[in-house]
Nanobody
Framework: EQLVESGGGLVQPGGSLRLSCAAS????????MTWFRQIPGKGLERIGD????????YFVDSVKGRFTISRNNAENMLYLQMNNVKFEDTGVYYC???????????????WGQGTQVTVSS
């Protein structure tokens, strides 16, 4: 079982980026899946979840209305659409299944390797 993120890179403030997460060895649509990010100098931050039923919930106020989590069941892919990005969105972005995070530190679950997003002018 594996998760592989892609799509990160350098983007200007106000720009958009779509991150992808390819799941293998299991069917992500049958499970709740999560996007996290790690901002430099801070612990892991839970951005939001997409439930097995397709509903989404977001936990970071600063991304509400700008970020959208979605899924392609046929391709077993998870996405994070990032619009109107800001400098403070710079960090490493992870998708995860059954994440265990305490005090901003990863303790368990299945995680991808992460993809770097850098917002810079």
């Amino acid at each position: 079982e594996q998760l592989v993120e892609s799509g990160g890179g350098l983007v200007q403030p106000g720009g958009s980026l779509r991150l992808s997460c390819a799941a293998s060895g299991f069917t992500c649509s049958r499970l709740d899946m999560t996007w996290f990010r790690q901002i430099p100098g801070k612990g892991l931050e839970r951005i939001g979840d997409i439930m097995s039923g397709g509903s989404t919930v977001y936990f970071v106020d600063s991304v509400k209305g700008r970020f959208t989590i979605s899924r392609n069941n046929a391709e077993n892919m998870l996405y994070l659409q990032m619009n109107n990005v800001k400098f403070e969105d710079t960090g490493v972005y992870y998708c995860a299944r059954d994440p265990a995070v305490v005090g901003g530190m990863r303790l368990g679950g299945l995680w991808g390797q992460g993809t770097q997003v850098t917002v810079s002018s």
